[in-house]
């Protein structure tokens, strides 16, 4: 019992002590021992990496998970090391409803068959979505949580001790100066002032031991920075396949739409937007998916319910043709289309009434409508 208590007792005075020397440094009636330029560096470098890793988590966090209720939720299970529940994606339950308001209204009308299509594109969406935000928090979320929860909380510790370490050092350094200059006036024995320097030297040397722990830690932040950008590769991988799966779905839905369409309303026509561009790879997403721009959706030179324009009675305007150089391989989709070969250079020239998606091409001979995302125009 008496032990514990001078063990208080001294702890309270340690405290007292650290509090006062804090306080006259900040009033500037004491010194303060500096650290050197590199060491406060390296502080102010941690710092800004557990700062911006803070941002990127929780903006992360958003992306995957928009509601902040759900948000919430997960990081109680979390913090109570309970399996998250599965949560049906937005996806997934917009696919639910139009699947029964087809079955409602009639599975086998235009309608219903069409819900039905748009239904299951959307089941696979809700379905890569989910698989993108569980790749996504296993490979990038919990990397980012485990260094502000592991590394960074041994750092902290190790500055505070490094802290403590110093106002200790530096009170000690007060109480010799005090001491050397009472001695200079005969009021106080010589032992006094030999109490005061060997306590000066063990807190420097308790202080020097600390501050080398914590520049060690310190520098370890570039290891960080390694792990956290093979991190933020995955994480572009992950979110690049899943937005290519995302295009490959919408496309096979356009295709299936637009030749229903056709048989719906006869009197109206739908191109293809598909591009001749290299099928999906998830070897090699990030290389894909920049090869797949979007055509337009309606490849029409007319209005609608105006009969189509016969190109070979079409002749280039006297001025306002331009060269362009294509940017990707383009199948055209029936005879009124002019095919295109990446890198080739053809003559382009648009004609009162036409679709701003779409301009005249030429190609020695050959003549036909051509896509305007498919094309770089040049000066």
């Not at 804090?22 to 560096?41: I, S, V």
């Not at 299509?117 to 809700?126: D, N, P």
């Not at 383009?330 to 382009?348: N, R």
Request: net charge negative; glycine share 6%; with cysteine.
């Amino acid at each position: 019992m008496d032990f514990n208590m001078k063990k208080l007792a001294s702890d309270a005075g340690i405290f007292f002590t650290r509090a006062v020397q804090f306080t006259e440094e900040k009033f500037g009636q004491a010194e303060k021992t500096e650290l050197d330029a590199n060491f406060e560096n390296l502080l102010a470098r941690a710092d800004s990496t557990k700062n911006w890793t803070e941002k990127i988590l929780r903006q992360t966090e958003v992306l995957l998970q928009p509601n902040p209720s759900a948000r919430v939720e997960e990081f109680l299970y979390e913090k109570l090391d309970r399996k998250v529940p599965s949560r049906v994606t937005n996806g997934e339950l917009l696919a639910q409803y139009m699947a029964e308001a087809a079955s409602e209204l009639g599975p086998t009308t235009p309608y219903g068959k069409t819900l039905t299509r748009v239904a299951e594109a959307e089941k696979h969406l809700g379905a890569a979505e989910r698989d993108f935000i569980h790749t996504a928090s296993i490979n990038f979320l919990t990397p980012l949580r485990n260094f502000l929860e592991g590394d960074w909380k041994t750092i902290s510790k190790e500055r505070r001790l490094l802290q403590n370490r110093r106002l200790d050092l530096d009170a000690c350094k007060a109480r010799l100066k005090k001491a050397k200059a009472a001695e200079a006036k005969a009021t106080l024995w010589n032992d006094e002032v030999d109490k005061a320097e060997q306590e000066l030297r063990v807190a420097q040397t308790e202080f020097d031991r600390q501050a080398e722990v914590t520049r060690l830690l310190l520098e370890g932040i570039s290891s960080t920075h390694v792990n956290h950008l093979r991190c933020l590769h995955e994480f572009v991988e992950s979110q690049t396949t899943y937005y290519a799966q995302c295009y490959r779905h919408m496309l096979d839905l356009q295709k299936q739409l637009g030749s229903s369409q056709g048989a719906i309303f006869p009197g109206t026509f739908v191109g293809t937007t598909e591009p001749a561009s290299p099928p999906l790879s998830s070897t090699s997403p990030t290389t894909t998916v920049a090869t797949m721009p979007v055509g337009p959706s309606v490849a029409g030179l007319a209005p609608a319910g105006e009969a189509a324009l016969c190109l070979e009675e079409v002749a280039p305007p006297a001025s306002g043709t331009r060269k362009a150089r294509v940017l990707y391989d383009y199948e055209a989709a029936d005879s009124s289309e002019l095919a295109l070969l990446a890198d080739e250079l053809i003559t382009v020239y648009s004609l009162p009434g036409m679709d701003p998606d779409w301009l005249i091409g030429e190609r020695g001979n050959k003549k036909g409508k051509v896509p305007v995302t498919y094309l770089e125009l040049l000066s």
